[in-house]
């Protein structure tokens, strides 16, 4: 420690601390620089007091406005809901194949479509519909499970597929793994292969696994392949896959079959919500 001196090259006294022959200046800081930090000390402790914050295990501060980020949303979407009403009064009281035959309905329903798809229906089936390999559907394609028509897609979306809904779309695929013996299923999904290879139709019945296919799988999936919508059975004949069209995928999902479950969006987003996806879904190319 040294004394304090005044240091005639910067016009400032030190503070007495020394080392290694470096002496610490006393330069306080600005005045102008600690008005603002009060400031802003103020200022923080007058938001913490308006509005939301403070939490415990328990609860947390209100704030004094009682302003909160869910409640000015529930008014901006009430006050947008409310410019909507004209129009998801009529949607709402339309069926959906009414809605595609009217053009400024329709226009609506897709504009709304679009973004409610997006909100609710990307995250799995991507921003463009084109599904996602070995999980969920193609949107864009024209093979349909349970119909591309604009009933059977409002079904669907309603309702969904395989969850609690009493109206949900309903389809079990038996693992066969525990049926029959590795050669057979081996055997099945070579011949499964060759449904959807025009070049193999000669021949074709004379494979080991024809019979096999015959007695366990033509009574879902047709004799050709052909499918059952009705059912949500999925057709084999042609090139579109969910699981992959390689021979491993084919044997893995015989024995041992991946099925996967929609939400039922009809209690989520409300009725108009659901033709207006309806009517988007349809317009995006595959819809029949």
């Known amino acids: 420690m040294g004394e304090h001196r005044y ?3 910067t016009g400032q006294y030190t503070t007495g601390h020394k080392w290694d022959g ?3 200046l006393y330069t306080p800081l600005p005045r102008w620089w600690v008005i603002t930090l009060v400031i802003t000390f103020a200022i923080a402790i007058i938001y913490a007091l308006l509005y939301p914050g403070w939490p415990t295990t328990r609860f947390y501060f209100p704030g004094l406005l009682g302003w909160t980020s869910a409640g000015e949303l529930k008014t901006e979407k009430d006050a947008a809901r409310a410019a909507q009403a004209h129009w998801r009064d009529q949607i709402a009281a339309k069926p959906v194949s009414e809605i595609a035959q009217s053009e400024e309905l329709r ?9 409610l798809f997006n909100q609710n229906c990307a995250a799995c089936h991507g921003l463009g519909a084109g599904g996602q390999q070995g999980q969920f559907p193609s949107l864009i394609d024209d093979d349909w499970l349970w119909g591309g028509k604009l009933d059977d897609i409002y079904l669907t979306i309603a309702h969904g597929i395989r969850n609690e809904d009493a109206e949900s779309r309903q389809s079990e695929m038996p693992p066969f793994g525990e049926m029959l013996s590795a050669e057979e299923i081996s055997a099945v999904a070579d011949y499964v292969l060759t449904l959807s290879d025009a070049k193999a139709v000669e021949g074709r019945k004379a494979l080991p696994g024809a019979a096999i296919y015959e007695a366990n799988c033509a009574g879902c999936h047709g004799a050709e392949g052909e499918g059952m919508r009705e059912m949500g059975v999925p057709r084999l004949k042609d090139q579109i896959w969910l699981y992959g069209d390689s021979k491993e995928s084919i044997v893995h999902q015989i024995g ?16 108009d919500a659901v033709k207006m996806l309806t009517i988007y879904v349809h317009s995006l190319g595959g819809g029949e």
Request: charged fraction near 30%.
């Open 107 to 115: 226009t609506f329903a897709i504009t709304g479509g679009r973004s």
């Open 22 to 24: 470096i002496e610490e």
């Open 7 to 9: 240091d005639p090259v």
């Open 256 to 271: 041992k079959p991946r099925m996967g479950s929609m939400p039922s969006w009809k209690p989520r987003l409300g009725d």
